[in-house]
């Protein structure tokens, strides 16, 4: 690779982000932050109709909580002069022709080779209709749609994910660029638009491999054959039953995953390592995923999408974050236990928020429950004064042991109900001196003990 890559994420605002679209996004901030590129965000949105503003923003929101910042964001919609251009200098080279046939035309057309046994491919009727039976078509009210006339020939290159790899144009119908209505098909924008902002790297779904056949003619064509960027085609993610994911699965949207609590972290780190020869594991950061993440190491196989997994790995990670990466979202959640308190009690989250229940566990009012309450009360005066520590409760529960005669479950569960009204939890070791000794008296009936 020769100077700094330049890369690109281009989502069609016509919905929000979910786990799936996911993975390009963070393949592609992946690589450009490894080897110190720079990340387009692009907005496809040739669309009008079906792009949504409201879209455009999710998407910005859903990428920023994943941590990525793009180093430059452009919008389709904004740069139809470059296509127009593009267009013009397709046609006087006679690579784009002008076509008349109707969709229902098209289709019986198909119908009839099909009955033949021919593949469903376009036979470029319209590239030999002369001047007058164009505008004959023209008077009866057509307006062309317009197809690239392929070169028939194998293109190849060397994929990022799948090495060699090649697509057979003559096997291709012309693509249709622009639709009678002058609007735009994805085809023809997205690669005036790599040529023109530089992209060296395109990584997206394995969806695309038939596009890059034709695009990498059209980039040839536009660019120059030193304008053709590397490809890299991911393998896409499933459910966990192996379905596409599609826009429709609303709670593997991002914006779900994230109201449910759980780590961008955690989604990114499962988005970019399921389906690849890493081990899905928790990591530190972003920088550490993207120095997981390798783009020859990637399955070709379907890469599935397991919630179950995700919930795993999502506590994992929490099990593990330091105080400092939850401290400021700890303190919006109304936790102010610092750091004693989180190392406490992050073993049991699930999700971040279940750090509310215990926060109020510990400084809160709890109810607590007392059903042998002479041995409760006989602890209670045992507690040793403060200053306490995380040996307090040992020594504590060393002298009731002594004093009682008990020993395992009857002697702590009987503490840990009444202290937290609650028969499971943290360790009381830890817990112990975040409630002090005030609140442990009051917890356990004797308030003046
Ligand atoms: N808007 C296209 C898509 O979402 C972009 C594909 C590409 O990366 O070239 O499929």
Not at 111 to 139: I, T
Not at 174 to 189: F, K
Not at 260 to 282: D, K, M, Q, Y
Not at 341 to 349: C, K, Q
Request: hydrophobic share 45%; net charge negative; aromatic share 6%.
């Amino acid at each position: 690779m020769t100077g700094a890559p330049v890369v690109r994420f281009a989502p069609s605002p016509t919905g929000r982000l979910h786990i799936g679209n996911a993975r390009p996004a963070l393949l592609n901030a992946l690589f450009a932050r490894k080897h110190g590129g720079r990340f387009i965000l692009r907005f496809d949105d040739t669309d009008t109709a079906r792009s949504k503003e409201e879209h455009v923003e999710a998407i910005r929101a859903d990428l920023a909580w994943l941590g990525i910042v793009p180093n430059l964001e452009v919008r389709q919609s904004r740069r139809f002069a470059l296509y127009d251009a593009a267009v013009e200098t397709l046609k006087a080279s006679g690579r784009l022709y002008a076509c008349y046939e109707t969709g229902d035309e098209l289709d019986r057309r198909r119908k009839r080779q099909a009955a033949r046994g021919l593949p469903p491919v376009y036979d470029r009727a319209a590239l030999a209709l002369g001047a007058e039976e164009r505008a004959a078509l023209e008077a009866e009210g057509r307006r062309p749609h317009w197809r690239f006339l392929l070169d028939h020939r194998v293109v190849e290159w060397t994929d990022l994910v799948r090495g060699p790899s090649h697509v057979d144009c003559a096997s291709l119908s012309d693509p249709v660029l622009v639709r009678e209505d002058g609007t735009y098909l994805y085809t023809l924008p997205s690669v005036v638009d790599d040529v023109d902002l530089g992209v060296t790297h395109v990584i997206r779904g394995e969806d695309h491999v038939t596009n890059t056949g034709v695009q990498i003619q059209l980039f040839e064509l536009l660019g120059g054959p030193d304008r053709v960027p590397a490809f890299g085609h991911h393998n896409l993610l499933t459910t966990a039953g192996g379905e596409g994911l599609s826009k429709r699965l609303g709670h593997l949207g991002l914006g779900s995953l994230r109201e449910a609590g759980l780590e961008s972290l955690a989604v990114a780190t499962l988005a970019v390592l399921v389906g690849s020869a890493e081990a899905v594991r928790p990591v530190a950061s972003l920088s550490e995923l993207a120095g997981l993440v390798d783009l020859h190491r990637l399955s070709r196989a379907p890469a599935k999408f397991d919630e179950a997994e995700l919930a795993a790995l999502n506590a994992r990670l929490l099990h593990h974050l330091p105080h400092v990466a939850v401290a400021g979202r700890l303190a919006a959640m109304g936790v102010d236990g610092g750091e004693e308190f989180w190392l406490a009690v992050r073993g049991n989250l699930s999700v971040l928020r279940d750090a509310v229940p215990w926060w109020s566990i510990v400084a809160g009012d709890v109810a607590p429950v007392i059903e042998e309450p002479e041995f409760v009360a006989q602890a209670a005066g045992l507690l040793p004064p403060e200053p306490w520590t995380q040996e307090t409760w040992a020594s504590w529960t060393g002298a009731v042991k002594e004093a009682t005669g008990r020993k395992g479950k009857p002697l702590f569960m009987p503490l840990r109900l009444a202290l937290t009204g609650l028969d499971h939890g943290p360790e009381l070791k830890a817990l112990l001196p975040l409630i002090g000794r005030e609140r442990a008296l009051r917890r356990l009936g004797t308030p003046d003990a």
